[in-house]
């Protein structure tokens, strides 16, 4: 029972507590480039929490053989495995997702979440753990940066994933699928999320309080 | 000549790799908050994204391209920088010891900067000599300081001024980041 409480809240820390884009502020290349449409930002997060997943799983397997010294190579070997893999899938099955993220696909080697997990959480960590911590930072990712392009795509483009949702007499803000939109969306959100992280600890402050 | 000229300039401001592509944002962000430390950060980058593109390419045309095993090329690409970085760092160590204090911190964040794998990739897939590869790599990574430095200037004044508490910090840098950004977009009406 104890190991089970232990997986959810491993999965919970990646998801909320330590969500890897609003908290860890990590892999910002992805966020701001790929999130100019609902379904790119979704496909982005699905393929980065595959890889995390696989990654963590595999180097959680062979942390016991990888020597201390030539693990940050082996970690780069492995990482590059799984995103060839995906990066093939993707042209493979879904060709008008891997047209839209472009390269950013192949970017997933140096994704600093990938590798962070990897280096501060697999490399010390069971399986079992290492591919809860993957599937909750990956999908804390994914759902980070869907809201952010989902955001971006309904005031820049009228649409989310596609849908026509404005009226049709709405002018798109064409700024906000450009890098500017990016940039000044994240900002924007962020500071939205820290009012409410703020709001979050004053209440269990005083709850602890009372 | 010319044709250089227009590489230069189009990385430099119209194809800018952070503003245009928006790749690089974890260094942009991580060490613009001084001058100096962006210093150092995009003279080591300019070094090891030339050097990278050189190689890469070698080792795209004479390993990957005969075996048909384009499909390596992430692979084979992040260990060659990889490797490339740890090389450059053992030995500005031993020979230049001046520079490797200047940019020796830096060196070992350079692996994880997509900008480096984003141009080899790039110049892989547009098929360019070498010299014209090699070329790509050092504008795009001049391009890359370019923007780094005018963004940790922005900062330094950023840090001293009266910000709302909400905007303090990370929101604050991306929004101005943007407007960084909008700047830069003026440029993309340029062309030769």
């Given amino acids: 029972m104890a190991k089970k409480q232990n997986i959810l809240s491993v999965f919970l820390n990646g998801l909320v507590t330590e969500n890897p884009t609003f908290v860890l502020m990590l892999g910002l290349c992805p966020t701001v480039g790929v999130t100019t449409a609902g379904s790119s930002g979704l496909g982005m997060g699905l393929a980065t929490t595959a890889v995390l997943v696989c990654s963590n799983l595999f180097i959680s397997l062979l942390r016991n053989f990888i020597p201390e010294k030539v693990r940050i190579p082996s970690f780069i070997v492995i990482i590059a495995s799984f995103v060839t893999i995906v990066d093939l899938f993707l042209q493979a099955f879904l060709p008008d997702l891997s047209s839209a993220l472009g390269s950013f696909v192949a970017l997933i080697v140096v994704n600093c979440i990938v590798f962070a997990r990897a280096e501060a959480f697999a490399f010390k960590n069971s399986p079992l753990l290492s591919i809860a911590d993957g599937l909750g930072m990956g999908l804390g990712f994914t759902g980070a940066i869907t809201i952010l392009a989902v955001i971006r795509e309904v005031f820049g483009n009228g649409t989310c994933f596609g849908v026509s949702l404005m009226p049709a007499a709405y002018q798109p803000m064409a700024i906000l699928v450009q890098p500017v939109g990016g940039f000044i969306t994240l900002g924007l959100l962020l500071i939205v999320v820290n009012a409410l992280r703020n709001l979050a600890s004053k209440k269990s402050a005083r709850k602890e309080a009372a | ?192």
């Fill in chain 2, 1 to 192: 000549m010319s044709e250089y000229l227009v590489v230069f300039i189009g990385y430099l401001l119209m194809n800018n790799y952070v503003m245009g592509q928006t790749l690089g944002l974890c260094p942009f962000m991580g060490v613009s908050k001084r001058y100096d430390t962006a210093k150092g950060m995009g003279m080591a980058v300019i070094f090891v994204i030339t050097l990278a593109s050189f190689v890469t390419w070698l080792v795209n045309e004479y390993l990957l391209l005969p075996f048909g095993l384009e499909y390596m090329q992430t692979i084979a690409f992040i260990l060659v920088i990889a490797v490339l970085v740890q090389i450059v760092e053992m030995a500005l160590k031993k020979m230049l010891p001046v520079l490797y204090q200047a940019l020796g911190v830096y060196l070992p964040l350079i692996t994880t900067n997509c900008v480096v794998l984003g141009v080899t990739l790039d110049n892989a897939s547009a098929e360019m000599n070498l010299l014209m590869s090699t070329f790509c790599g050092f504008a795009a990574s001049v391009g890359f300081t370019f923007a780094l430095l005018l963004f940790a200037c922005i900062r330094e004044k950023l840090a001293l001024s009266k910000m709302p508490k909400w905007m303090d910090g990370f929101p604050g840098a991306l929004i101005a980041a943007g407007l960084m950004a909008i700047a830069f977009k003026g440029f993309s009406g340029l062309s030769f």
